[in-house]
């Protein structure tokens, strides 16, 4: 038996909305600036790149957002304005299936720690997504209210 190390990390919770409703908005990169703490305030850049401004250390953040739909699976290449490497995804599934009602959803979100995370770095990523899957739900369920 090999012991688990901390290459990765996942979160998730149910949210009061449909499933397609939350990937949508999930899939914007506005919608994502305004949750994501380590990239907040999205805005394009390029074809497909946009940058936000880390709340942390105020450092620029590059981000693809990479929707797969058929799977309910979006990925998060992130980095540097030169290099980013898919780390993080979040994944959102239909509440229905899962005995939950057919209004309602999960959304998961993961990420892998890169070889050259530093222990303090990656406690904080661990953190931020504990506290991010908390706003994504608030979020989602006050604009799905509010339509």
Known sequence: MSLPDDTAHHTAIRVAVPADFAFDRLSDAAFVGGWSLGSMGLQPVGAGVFRGQSLFDGSDAHVEIHPNPALGLIDFAVGSADTRVPRIWIRVAAGGPLGFGADTCVVGM?????????DDIWARTRTSHETEIRLIKAQLETLWAAS
Not at 110 to 118: C, D, F, I, K, N
């Open 110 to 118: 993961g990420a892998w720690r890169a070889a050259t995370t530093t």
